[in-house]
Each structure stands twice: as structure tokens, then as C-alpha cells.
């Protein structure tokens, strides 16, 4: 049978409706974060890709002018490597800087509203 007093019925309803959309929102947070988490990566991945490429093509272009081959392609390689690895950690510092800075703001509103209950 059912609750004879709708007031009851429209209370019940609400906390159901605000129930799905807090999970809805949660799932939602979950996506953007997930996402967010792939750029990173695919920064970190071009950033590395291209300081190669930029080491390589300087390289290769200085052993056509100089006829060095291959000696000058290897160094400025190895120099391109190690540039995209540096701006590779440099990109971690950021995002972990920025992730600290996050979580430090959640946990001051968290301390902030349990204070203030």
C-alpha cells in the first residue's frame, strides 16, 4: 500500500532525485579528473617527442653542412633527450604544485564547515 500523506511522498521523492544527482555530480568529477590526468600525459609525451626531434633535426642539419655524420646527429639527440626529460619533470613539479594546492583547499573547507556545524 501506499504513504496516504503526500507530503511524506514529496519528501521521500526529493532525497531520491538529490541522492542521484550527488552521484551523478561524483561521476561527472571522476571523468574531468580522469581526463585530466591524459593531457598531462600527453604533454609530457610531446614535450619529450618534440625535444628529440628538435635535438635530432639540429644535429642531422649540422652534419650535412659540417660532414661530420653521424657524430654531431648522436650529440644534439642525446642533448634533445635530456631537454624534453628536464621539461618533462618540470611539467610534474607544475602538476604536483597545482594537485598540493588543490588538496590543501579541500581540506581547509572540509575543516571549515565541520568547524562551523
Not at 634533445?80 to 604544485?97: C, D, F, P, S, Y
Amino acid at each position: 500500500m501506499s504513504d496516504p500523506d503526500p507530503k511524506r511522498q514529496m519528501d521521500a521523492l526529493e532525497a531520491k532525485i538529490a541522492a542521484a544527482k550527488a552521484a551523478r555530480e561524483s561521476d561527472r568529477a571522476h571523468q574531468e579528473e580522469h581526463y585530466s590526468q591524459a593531457n598531462i600525459a600527453w604533454r609530457m609525451v610531446t614535450e619529450m617527442v618534440a625535444g628529440l626531434g628538435i635535438g635530432f633535426g639540429i644535429g642531422y642539419g649540422l652534419d650535412m653542412v659540417l660532414g661530420t655524420a653521424p657524430w654531431l646527429m648522436v650529440l644534439f639527440t642525446l642533448l634533445g633527450v635530456a631537454a624534453g626529460i628536464n621539461v618533462m619533470l618540470r611539467t610534474a613539479k607544475e602538476v604536483q604544485k597545482t594537485q598540493a594546492a588543490a588538496t590543501a583547499t579541500d581540506e581547509k573547507r572540509e575543516r571549515d564547515g565541520d568547524g562551523s556545524s
